[in-house]
C-alpha cells in the first residue's frame, strides 16, 4: 500500500510518501510544496490545489493521511491553514483517493508509543522506523512522513478494524 502523508499548511505543506505491507515500510519520497509569501491567500490556495492534484497524479497513493487541525494559540495562522487543509481535502476527493485524518496524538502514538511525545522524539523515531540516515527536512515533511506511519502501523495492524468486533457472550 502506498500511503501519502500530509501536513497541512498554507505556507508550506509537507508531504512523504511511504509504502507499506505488514510490518514492513519504506520511504519512497518526501518534500514540500510551497507558497510564496505575500501572495495573497486565494492565489496560494489554487497553487496548493494544483501542485497537490499534480503530486497524486506523480506519486499514485492508494490513501492519503492527513493531520486533523489544531488549534494553537494563533488563530489568524489556523484559519489560513485550515483554509490550506480544506482544498488539501478537496484536492484527494477530487482525485478520488481515500482519506485518513489523524490527531496529532494519534500520530505520536503510533510512531513513539507514547501519545505525549516530543517532536524531536517523533522525529526520531520516523528516522529509524524507516531506517533513513538523517532526519528528513523541512520538519513539515518529517511530520508528514510520521502521519503515513501512523496510517500504516494502524491499518496494516492484525488488530480488528473498528466494526470488525462481534461480541461474544
Not at 35 to 50: E, H, N, V
Not at 89 to 94: G, M, P, R, T, W
Not at 137 to 165: I, Q
Amino acid at each position: 500500500m502506498r500511503i501519502l502523508g500530509i501536513d497541512p499548511g498554507y505556507a508550506t505543506i509537507g508531504f512523504g510518501l511511504v509504502e507499506a505491507e505488514r510490518a514492513q515500510m519504506k520511504m519512497v519520497t518526501y518534500g514540500a510544496i510551497t507558497t510564496p509569501a505575500g501572495l495573497p491567500l486565494s492565489k496560494r490556495l489554487y497553487q496548493i490545489g494544483t501542485d497537490m492534484e499534480d503530486l497524486i497524479s506523480q506519486l499514485k497513493p492508494d490513501v492519503i493521511s492527513i493531520e486533523e487541525l489544531f488549534f494553537n494559540t494563533n488563530i489568524t495562522t489556523g484559519i489560513a491553514v485550515a483554509h490550506g487543509r480544506g482544498v488539501l481535502l478537496y484536492s484527494a476527493e477530487k482525485c478520488g483517493i481515500p482519506l485518513y485524518e489523524y490527531t496529532p496524538g494519534q500520530v505520536k502514538l503510533a510512531v513513539t508509543g507514547y501519545g505525549k511525545a516530543e517532536k524531536r522524539q517523533v522525529m526520531d523515531m520516523t528516522k529509524r522506523l524507516l531506517q533513513l540516515k538523517t532526519v528528513p527536512r523541512p520538519d513539515d515533511a518529517a511530520d508528514a512522513l510520521a502521519l503515513a506511519l501512523c496510517h500504516a502501523r494502524s491499518f496494516t495492524s492484525r488488530l480488528p478494524k473498528t466494526g470488525d468486533v462481534r461480541e461474544t457472550i
